[in-house]
């Protein structure tokens, strides 16, 4: 059938009568815009139905079995062994759900000073405020400066699906201006990211991803860099060691789930602290090392900092080994820091390198 040149006319007419539709249309199109009250209205949203769902599971029966299963870390970064067999079983999905039950740990404070009387009776003077290190140190930090230094660095990374539901949280630490480490398992699943913490102040600050390992499986590099615009004053950065010393003191810092569900502020609780010893390093086959180490972590510290007393990084915290029968058997495993540095160096990352050694470390 052949097109007369009244129908070519036509059917030409049609096509630009649609095209303008279409064109009008999109011009026109609602269009949502997620601004950063609504976006931290959701953060705060998801924390707090976070933190009523882990005080159902503690407020109900004791033999429950969210709670049984709570007790057991089964919820978090966890390992598990066969109770007929010693070695491990294949790696299983390490995603961020803050909840893994442990027995808390006092932070880390700097001694309170004599009181001093004010104009008030019952008025409690202000803590002093201790700066942190602008600078790496090669010697033992006091108390004080070492809780101030890892409190300007260390983050909680909150992690959220593309329709902004809250999935869980880590932690993680800055190596740079404005670039942070955490673990690759904690942010895996999400697509939406933000950290916060009591420094960065009561808004969380948007976070983009710009680089991962390959994979997150138990004993390969699990390792994922994070990116934000712009970071307050007073941020700090922490120097990159290497592996550490047998029986070598060590800080862990993070935001374990089992204890911040104390703090009163579900945004931007206190960093929690544990000071532990390196029990052994392990090397894998892969020449990646574990770090196995007796500072308390729970679910929420992977990404975390493992630090000497210089405050210089020795291992990232990254997961807990446990036997199916006995859950008071946990191992506590971070990756060496050796491994990060090759991670970093490999994707041209600017960061501070330190020796492992730390003067005048404390003997027992």
Known sequence: MRLTQRGFLIAVAILVVLNLFVYLWWMNRPMVLLAPAQINREIVAGLQTESQRLQLILDGSCESPELQSFRRGEIGPLVRQEQSSPTSVPPQALGQRPGAASTPTPTATANTPTPVVTANPGQVPPAPVVTAPTEPSAAVLAQDKLVALLDAATVRVLVFDAKMKFLGHGSGFFIDTNVLVTNRHVIEAGKIFAITSTLLGTEPLPAKLVAVTKDSDITNPDFA????????????????????????????????????????????????????????????????????????????????????????????????????????????????????????????????????????????
């Open 225 to 364: 860099l994070l990116k934000v615009e712009q970071v307050p004053a007073g941020v700090r950065q922490l120097a990159i060691a290497t592996e550490p010393q047998v029986l070598q003191t060590v800080v862990a810092a993070g935001y374990p789930g089992s204890d911040i569900r104390g703090d009163t502020n579900v945004v931007t609780p206190n960093t929690v602290f544990s000071q532990g010893e390196v029990s052994v390093l392990q090397r894998q086959a892969n020449n990646l090392v574990l770090v196995l180490h007796t500072a308390k972590m729970s679910t929420g510290s992977s990404g975390g900092p493992l630090v000497n007393r210089c405050g210089n990084v020795v291992g990232v915290n990254t997961f807990i080994g446990a036997r199916e029968d006995q859950f008071t058997d946990r191992s506590l495993y971070a990756l060496s820091a050796t491994s990060l540095r090759g991670f970093l160096d490999q994707h041209r990352q600017t960061y501070t390198k330190m020796s492992s050694v730390c003067t005048s470390e404390l003997k027992n």
